[in-house]
């Protein structure tokens, strides 16, 4: 797995629960029908092109919802992979989630196991969160 996958699928599994907090606003907001579509009430600006954008609400509406459609695949290949393992998560509370985010010398102390251990399951999860999402073959 290239670095920078690892490093974005780590990213990912540290903003989780914000992320799902994020997800679930923006589901709710587009499917919650206001009967006009964004702008509706703004005046539509002079230019051609800048109108064109203000006129479009089911294209803003598509892009939005494809944005949720990956935001989506990656909070599921996150629940698939940690939140079925009682030690995952405990393991990314202490180490993603936690108000202080511990090092990984006292998660292993934690768990009486060694760094490299759970350095090693660590490596496994991400591998598996990013085969879910797609990121691998």
């Not at 799902?20 to 002079?46: H, L, Q, W, Y």
């Not at 494809?66 to 030690?87: D, P, S």
């Not at 405990?90 to 934690?110: D, I, L, Q, T």
Request: proline residues 5%.
């Amino acid at each position: 797995m290239r670095r920078e996958t690892f490093r974005y699928i780590e990213a990912e599994l540290r903003d989780y629960p914000e992320t799902r907090k994020r997800f679930m606003e923006r589901v709710a907001d587009i499917c919650v029908p206001s009967g006009k579509p964004p702008g509706v009430d703004a005046p539509i600006p002079a230019d051609h092109k800048e109108a064109a954008h203000w006129r479009d609400a089911t294209g803003s509406q598509a892009v939005r919802l494809n944005e949720l459609r990956h935001t989506q695949a990656v909070l599921k290949a996150i629940e698939r992979t940690v939140l079925l393992n009682r030690e995952l998560v405990e393991m990314c509370e202490m180490r993603y989630w936690g108000e202080r985010r511990m090092p990984w010398k006292e998660v292993a102390e934690h768990f009486g196991r060694d760094e490299s251990t759970l350095r090693r399951v660590r490596n496994r999860m991400v591998y598996r969160i990013a085969k879910d999402v797609g990121f691998l073959w």
